[in-house]
Every structure is written in C-alpha cells, then in structure tokens.
C-alpha cells in the first residue's frame, strides 16, 4: 500500500516536472525569457484533469459568505456568487460557473463520499439508509434542468436596476445543468409510503442544516437525488456528494448535501421557509409557498455593459425558462415591444431548462429599446411590470420600493442600445 502511493507521487511529480519543461520551451519559441515565466508552470497535471485556455476569464461575480459588491457601483450584493450569463454558449452552465446561495452557516461541508449517508424515514413501512454506491447501483436517469433563486430578477435589489448592470447581475442567479440521479419517486416507493403521508421534508448536512418541506406530490413526479451534474459528480457548491433536484421550483427546494428525508402528513416550516419567503404585499398579507417559477427569459446578446461596435448584422440571442415545462416559443421586440418577431429555438422540448433562442437582426445605427418574451408549454406568457402588477393586485410602483422582496419576478427584460452602441439596463423604462 505504502509503496504503491510513493510509487504514484513520484510518477505525479515526474509527469508535473516534464510538463514544466514543454511549456516552458513551447513559451520560450514563441519569444518570451525564461526568467518571466519561472515559478509560473501550475503544478497540476493538466492532462488528469483540464483547464480552460489561460485567455478565457468569464467568472462569477461575488463573494461566497460576504455576498462582496458590485465592483462598478460599490453597491453590496444581496445574493451572490452570479452565473455569467453574458458569456453563455448553448444551454449548459459549467459547473465552476453555477450560481451559488450558500450563506454564513450554510458553507459546503467537506463530505467524505465514502462515509456519506442518505436516511429515508418517517411515515414508511421501511425506513432505508443507502451508501452512495448503493444509490448508484439504481436505475439511474439525466436530465436537463435549470436551477434558480427565487430572488433572481428581483426589483428590490439596487444591481436589478441600474442602468449599468450586466445581465449577470440582473439574471446571474439562474443555470441549467445536465444532472445524473436517482429518482425520489423510486426511493418512495422502495420505502414504502404510508397511508395519510403528504410532505417530504429533506435536510442538508451543512452547520446550519437547511430544511425544505417538499409536497408528496411533486417528490412523487420528477424530483431526482442528483450525484451527477454534466457528467461528473455534483460539485461541492452545488450539494456534493447528493443534491436534491426539484425541477421547476424555486432553488430553496434544492437541498444540498441531501442526507435525510422525512416523510411527514404536514409542511415542517423550516427557518427559510417560514421566515423569508412568505413575502409581504402592501395590504399586510403574505403569499405562501410560492414555488413554481413562470415563463422568464432574458437576452444575453446584446446585453448590458456590452457595445455594438458598429451598424449591421448581428444575431440576438438569449435564454428561456420556466417551471411550467418547455417553453413552446420566444418572440423579440426591437421597438420596446409595439412589434414581435418570433425568434428561433435552438434546443426545443427540454423540460423546466434553459432554453437558447435567437433572432438575425440589422442595426441601423438607431436607439432600440430590445426585448424577449416567453411563452411555456402551458401557455404562460412572461409579463410586463404592468401585468405582473396588475396580476398580483399591487402598484407597479411598490416593486421599486427597497425590502419589497418579489420572488419569481419573471418580467420581460428592456435592453436600451444607444447610437453610440452601448447597452443598458432598463428595467423599468
Ligand atoms: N443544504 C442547503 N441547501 C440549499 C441551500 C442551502 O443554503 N443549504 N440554499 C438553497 C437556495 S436558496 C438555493 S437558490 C439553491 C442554490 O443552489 P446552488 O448553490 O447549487 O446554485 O440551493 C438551495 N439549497
Ligand atoms: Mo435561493
């Protein structure tokens, strides 16, 4: 045993040093000293497991446990760390570009895979303990699904508004992966529910314990014990080693680091759920259990801080979603929405993801105030701030007011390109 690892290091160590000396002869070709790379060469080697090319900066904004703050503004960030959707190609999120909510207390344990447990007890006939490889000897599924904060877009954060914004600030708390799992429906009915069963209650291994009380029904129907996230394990910020997938439904319900689930005859009211996410409304009540996102959408090129660097062609392009199942069609205005075009979509069918549309355009130099919108399989069609207001009986006004926390505020998205060709936010212009 003991030889085998020194075996192994030492074979690490010549593999790191003899791909020190290839890059450094590869640099000194092209024309650089020797002396302005030493002490540079990563140690790691590149070929057991790769990076990006060195040119390739797109990262996410904000600090893990401070949030950190917008570094145009100074403005403090809410949430934090952001997907930069600015720089999104296709569908899927890199892993090391998933949006992160894991605030003080809820940091990622450092979980041993090996020693890891999933409990399934409560009101069952057979209460199950699996090791993950026991999970992995199940049937197994992938699916496609976004995964969002239900405070991503919302109007009361000042980098939702101001017109400097990229679309990562505004939107950055969304992603979509490809996740490989278990599903829950599978675990139930191995375990047997019992009669008068109608919640789940599904608890994280972290300090603070997030708790989410999930519906029976939905636990029954597409919610995954993900181990899997685009073809390798969940990451650590996302739930390492198990995540709970709740496609569709707020982030809250995502439990990571999932190792128990109680079946329970009533919601548990964790200290999120019952805390923060009721959400006040002007005449003093509060909306409950709020969870199915609607229709979104937003463009992510041009979007703002971008410039066009001059008239003539370019493609709009952007992303759809909603919790309601795929989304069926995404028009595009370039007149502050008097006309629609409808725009193409580039994966169509994939369930509660994100979903890539695109428009040619001709710039002819003018302003243009740009929009999306969305329409899902259920025949949801994403609002204006208008309609939201007038949907959900409050002033359009009272979405602007700082502590008037709006979750699901899925309206569609003004981009305003000037003639000089710089992008900007405006939200509510
Ligand atoms: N155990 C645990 N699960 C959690 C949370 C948490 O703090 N702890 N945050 C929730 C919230 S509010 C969101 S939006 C999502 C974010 O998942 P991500 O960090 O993988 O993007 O995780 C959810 N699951
Ligand atoms: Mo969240």
Redesign the pocket.
Known sequence: MNSKKSGRRRFLKEGAALAGLALGATRMASGETPDSEAGKASPKDLHAYGERSRFETSARLGNNNRWGSNPKSGVPFV?GPLTPLQDSIGIITPAPL??????P??EPPDIDPQKHRLLIHGMVERPLIFTLDELKRLPSVSRIHF?????NGDPSRPERKMPNSTVQLTHG?T?CSEWTGVLMSLLLKEAGVKKGASWIVA????Q?????SIPLEKAMDDVLVAYGQNGEAV?P???YPL??LVPGW?????????RRIKVVDQPYMGR?ESTQYPEMRPDGKSRWFQVEFGPFSVITRPSGGQRLPSRGFYEITGLAWSGGGAIRRVEVSTDGGKTWKDAELQQAGHRKAHTRFGLAWNWNGEEVLLQSRSTDEKGEVQPTVAELARFLSVPAEWFKAPGGIVGNFNVIQTWKISPDGSVQNALFS
Do not use: T
């Not at 998933?98 to 605030?103: A, G, L």
């Not at 995964?147 to 405070?151: A, D, M, N, S, V």
């Not at 707020?250 to 999932?258: D, E, F, P, S």
């Open positions: 949430y998933h949006y992160i909510v894991s605030p207390g809820n995964l969002q904060c239900r405070g708390l992603s608890e994280g291994a972290e603070s314990m997030h708790f989410k990451r910020e996302q739930g995540k709970l707020q982030g809250i319900n995502n439990v990571k680091w999932l999120r």
